[in-house]
């Protein structure tokens, strides 16, 4: 597991609107249980966006990462990588950036 792959939201619940999960902690830190996620929210011009989200597309879909909704969660209930968001690493920093620091 590695910091911003992506996984299928293990919670059926939320899955229709938050289909996935992006891994957002270090793999330097693979040995811990749990790891730190952010959903994915489908892109739908009303899904919260702000200036700690970023707008990616994954799979030919446009989502809303929203750091706004950090969460811990069992590594092992992500089940199979799906792939990943490398692509928007920067804007992803600077979400995580504007969420703790507000710069």
């Known amino acids: 597991m590695r910091q911003f792959d992506v996984y299928l939201n293990p919670s059926v619940r939320s899955r229709e609107g938050a289909p996935y999960l992006v891994v ?6 693979a040995a811990t249980p749990t790891t730190v996620v952010a959903r994915m929210l ?52 600077r979400a995580l950036d504007r969420l703790f620091t507000g710069f």
């Open 24 to 29: 957002l902690q270090s793999h330097f830190l």
């Open 42 to 93: 489908i892109d739908d011009d009303r899904s919260a966006y702000s200036e700690a989200s970023v707008k990616a597309v994954f799979g030919g879909e446009p989502y809303v990462l929203s750091t706004l909704e950090l969460a811990g969660i069992e590594a092992s209930s992500l089940g199979r990588r799906s792939g990943a968001v490398n692509d928007y690493d920067y804007e992803i920093w």
